[in-house]
């Protein structure tokens, strides 16, 4: 089976939480109609839908689109943690360490399942492949990769460090990557009480070269193919942006006919509009 059909589209996705933000509306209003009813505000449904709604609709006031501004509350757009309701901070201690336990033997079973062995024997594949690939290009340094919304690679090519992330089909690439002085607040992993720990790291930021979708030739659907795509996207720029742009070349007709190109003969790059 290939793996992509069981990606979601855009759309899917879309559509996805718009179902997930209903049934979060759902359940906070019942929620909500419980807290005022022990308050004793009459007519409490009502007034958890008029509470509700002027807490969480922000809209655009040209367009009327929703904004997804962080600064406004909003509903969960996931089921995750129950819409809220079973998160972390509900359980005690000792909840969250088994809690956390149960999660791990989950994994475990996962991955000593046929599908799981399956898919540890393509992941285990795909890198070695990846390997044979980066040993025939001594220019390219591969430092991370993986995931899934987002995709991220991180390396060098040529002496360039590069940036790659996808999201929801749309990718960027990012080379030269510098200190900005600011940093995040990063997970550093989960102990047994079944917490996160976080650390601080500073983020970098480098120039955007190159934007997209993943319709773009050669983009691909394994892991070389998209370091392929990667590299050759990078490298494409930097002789791009090194080049002089030679008006003609001997032999060519522009130079027959007098004439600028439209194209420039040693690094493709658009020289003249048509």
């Known amino acids: 089976m290939d793996d992509d059909a069981l990606l979601p589209t855009a759309a899917e996705y879309q559509e996805r939480r718009e179902r997930a933000r209903v049934q979060a509306r759902s359940r906070y209003r019942d929620h909500l109609t419980g807290v005022l009813s022990g308050c004793g505000v009459d007519d409490a449904a009502a007034v958890a839908d008029v509470v509700l ?3 969480t609709e922000w809209r655009y006031i040209d367009s009327g689109e929703r904004c997804v501004c962080s600064c406004h509350p909003r509903l969960p757009d996931s089921d995750r943690h129950d819409y809220g309701f079973d998160c972390g901070c509900t359980r005690t201690r000792d909840q969250r360490r088994e809690s956390f336990q149960q999660v791990l033997n989950a994994i475990r079973e996962l991955w000593q399942s046929p599908d799981g062995e399956q898919t540890r024997a393509a992941n ?3 890198e070695a492949e990846l390997h044979d690939w980066l040993t025939q290009h001594p220019g390219v340094v591969v430092h991370s990769h993986g995931g899934w919304a987002p995709e991220q690679w991180r390396g060098e090519v040529d002496g360039h460090s590069f940036y ?3 999201r929801h089909d749309e990718w960027h690439i990012e080379i030269d990557l510098r200190p900005t002085g600011q940093f995040l607040d990063g997970i550093d992993g989960r102990p047994d ?8 790291r500073e983020f970098e930021q480098g120039d955007v070269i190159a934007t997209g979708t993943t319709d773009a030739d050669g983009y691909g659907s ?3 193919q998209r370091a392929q795509f990667i590299v050759n996207t990078v490298r494409v720029h930097v002789h791009r942006s090194r080049c002089t742009h030679p008006r003609t070349a001997p032999g060519s007709k ?3 006919l007098g004439t600028d190109m439209r194209w420039c003969p040693a690094c493709g790059a658009q020289l003249r509009a048509y």
């Open 193 to 200: 009480d079944g917490t996160t720990r976080h650390r601080q």
């Open 53 to 55: 709604d002027a807490l």
């Open 222 to 224: 394994t892991v070389v």
């Open 254 to 256: 522009a130079t027959v």
């Open 164 to 166: 790659f992330r996808e």
């Open 124 to 126: 285990e594949a795909a």
